[in-house]
């Protein structure tokens, strides 16, 4: 099993290695990297990789999510590098079972577990936002679909955000993605979140804004596991 030091450095996670789909972890692609070659077992009949595109069978953790009202698109397999995979590794720090460690450095976000372990999850994180974050909070409010208002870094970022001023309605079409974990300190919001993407492809990357986003498939198991009052450590490195 792969080992975990939340302020070890890139190069120490390019270590990392994934396990097997058929161990019973439930594993999620996110981001844009080499092709993968372990397709046989997770995706659907689309498996010709020269006819573009290869979506993951429903029924799978990569695969299409009925949500509601809503349905989640299955991800494409065939531009997403494997180590981006949601998945188990070791964790060789002493954080306490449920807290989730956030390395804005790595892009990663690690929920620690008991015996030593933890999930590890790909992240994308905002420019601006993300690097005025640093230290503890807790999760102090959670929402499914979550309304979405764009802050005036992001509007000054991406001046097409002005249409959305005023806010916008949970829904696919909402850049805080299916679900969003927002932390507090001292009982306030600290206007940092933890939410889903309509741009799956930015995972694993530095976007031009938002907080940390994970793709809606790992969103939505991270928000099933975690309950208010989870601890967060966020680390610059």
């Known amino acids: ?40 077992s997770e995706i659907s009949s689309h498996s010709d990789v020269s006819a573009g595109p290869i979506y993951a069978a429903a029924g799978t953790p990569y695969g299409p999510i009925i949500d509601g009202e809503y349905e989640i698109d299955a991800l494409d397999l065939s531009q997403r590098s494997i180590e981006l995979d949601r998945q188990e590794i070791a964790l060789n ?24 372990t933890a999930l590890r999850y790909a992240i994308g994180v905002g420019r601006s936002e993300a690097i005025n974050f640093k230290g503890s909070a807790i999760i102090g409010r959670k929402a499914e679909w979550p309304h979405w208002t764009p802050t005036a870094n992001m509007i000054q970022a991406k001046p097409e ?25 001292d009982g306030q919001d600290t206007n940092f979140r933890l939410h889903g993407t309509t741009e799956p492809e930015t995972i694993g990357t530095a976007v031009s804004s938002g907080c940390i986003r994970l793709v809606n498939q790992d969103i939505i198991d991270l928000y099933q596991r975690v309950p208010l009052g989870t601890q967060v450590v966020v680390l610059q490195s």
């Open 93 to 116: 720090k002493n954080y306490p079972p449920g807290t989730i460690v956030i390395n804005l450095a790595e892009r990663r976000l690690y929920l620690a577990q008991a015996g030593g």
């Open 1 to 40: 099993m792969p080992v975990f030091s939340p302020d070890e450095t890139s190069q120490d996670f390019k270590n990392l290695t994934r396990r097997g789909f058929l161990t019973g972890l439930l594993l999620v692609n996110a981001g844009c990297a080499q092709p993968r070659s372990d397709y046989s």
């Open 161 to 185: 955000y002005a249409a959305y001023k005023n806010g916008l309605a949970g829904g696919l079409e909402n850049h805080l993605g299916a679900r969003a974990l927002y932390l507090y300190r």
